[in-house]
């Protein structure tokens, strides 16, 4: 998998779409019924530039093209001009670590890219200076990407094995062992919101043994992609495959199940893929669970339960 800077998804709102589209031109909007039939692209294309010639051409392919993109988001995804600039990673800014009852450490990354590692790698180390660590909350909710290769690395965080992993393509894969090992008890929490790479991750954490999922089914939308670069300096991305297990098994539209399933709840769970204020968020002092987040409750108990058995095995 090539890298790319940066690895920003352009996604497009259907419901902008929509909105444009009727503001210029209200006698398009279609009833449930006329979903059923729709009539040929070129005919209306050619419709619109008969009678509304004021619309421009240009307008008409974006928000043709801006559809497709919406209709089939989770198979095609459009990466912007690659920059001829390196840029190092921001690992502040891709991932949220602090740690609660002053002995749990907690790290979300919103993406799977080439600075998530250095992220967990970072804000692991933090914490674990200032405190002996009894576990790790890994949150994967609302994590995504598709940046398999990363997944070798940040596996090596966990074990130090050369493990088989998966297939994305490109043959097995093993697990590459870092400088920083992760010792204390893992926790990853999953839901509907975690998709690929995400996925893939979970997926991983539990073949290769090295944590206990908590939460609710991912989104089932882990894939390989071909790369087309196109004319205007961008690439799309096709997902045209499956990934696949080191033991051959896929990861399909099922998505992973966790270990231990948590029932959906109305409250909204900290949408840690808005990025934009982290560095604020990470508080000086330890935080405590909040209510309203009953995964990262069942996680932290979790953890806490673990650390009581093996005092007691101890004594």
Excluded: C
Excluded at 74 to 86: H, K, V
Excluded at 222 to 243: C, F, M, N, R
């Amino acid at each position: 998998m090539k890298d790319y800077q940066p690895m920003t998804w352009i996604r497009f709102s259907s419901w902008s779409l929509m909105g444009s589209l009727l503001a210029t031109l209200p006698s398009l909007a279609l009833s449930d019924e006329a979903t059923l039939s729709l009539p040929a692209l070129p005919e209306i294309i050619e419709v619109i530039q008969t009678h509304l010639p004021a619309i421009p051409q240009e307008d008409i392919d974006r928000a043709a093209i801006q559809g497709i993109l919406t209709e089939f988001q989770s198979q095609l995804e459009i990466i912007p001009t690659r920059s001829n600039e390196a840029t190092e990673p921001d690992s502040q800014s891709t991932a949220l670590t602090r740690y609660y009852d002053s002995s749990i450490a907690y790290l979300a990354s919103p993406i799977i890219d080439g600075a998530a590692l250095a992220a967990i790698q970072q804000g692991y180390n933090r914490l674990e200076s200032e405190n002996i660590l009894q576990g790790l909350i890994l949150d994967l909710r609302h994590v995504s990407g598709s940046e398999y290769s990363e997944l070798t690395k940040i596996t090596g965080l966990f074990t130090n094995k050369s493990l088989p992993l998966l297939n994305w393509g490109e043959g097995i894969k093993n697990s590459e062992p870092q400088p920083t090992l992760i010792k204390t008890p893992l926790v990853a929490l999953i839901d509907e919101t975690t998709q690929g790479a995400g996925e893939a991750l979970a997926a991983l954490i539990r073949t290769a043994k090295l944590g206990i999922l908590v939460g609710r089914q991912t989104a089932g939308e882990a894939h390989s992609y071909d790369e087309v670069p196109l004319k205007t300096g961008q690439t799309l991305k096709l997902a045209t495959g499956s990934i696949l297990l080191a033991d051959g098994e896929k990861l399909g539209s099922a998505g992973v199940s966790p270990d231990i399933f948590v029932h959906k709840s109305s409250a909204i769970p900290e949408n840690v893929s808005d990025s934009s204020n982290l560095e604020a968020q990470t508080p000086e002092e330890p935080l405590s669970i909040p209510s309203n987040d009953p995964i990262l409750t069942r996680g932290f108990e979790l953890i806490k339960g673990i650390n009581i058995v093996k005092g007691r095995n101890r004594s």
